[in-house]
């Protein structure tokens, strides 16, 4: 089941001029190994977003590595390459 692996401190700004809070999140797959996505939640209205997978590695201490080394500006390019998260009714 996904978790959010790490939650940055610093705002993302971006599409149509509102703010986000970026959080990596992750999984381990069927295969053993971890992939993670940054999913983009805004501060006050407005639709989460998300990337495509960021990253796979062997083990979730090898994300939460990968995750300590992102910079703001590539938040920033994820942000502005994200797509609004589809939540159905289940």
Do not use: C, H, K
Request: proline share 4%; aromatic share 10%.
């Amino acid at each position: 089941m996904p978790e959010v692996l790490r939650e940055y401190p610093t705002l993302v700004g971006g599409v149509d001029d509102r703010a986000f809070v970026a959080q990596i999140w992750g999984r381990e797959t069927s295969g053993g190994r971890w992939e993670a996505w940054i999913v983009f939640v805004p501060i006050t209205r407005g639709q989460m977003r998300r990337t495509e997978r960021d990253t796979v590695q062997a083990t979730r201490a090898a994300v939460e590595y990968w995750a300590s080394g992102v910079t703001s500006i590539y938040l920033q390019g994820a942000l502005n390459r994200s797509r609004p998260v589809r939540i159905s009714a289940a």
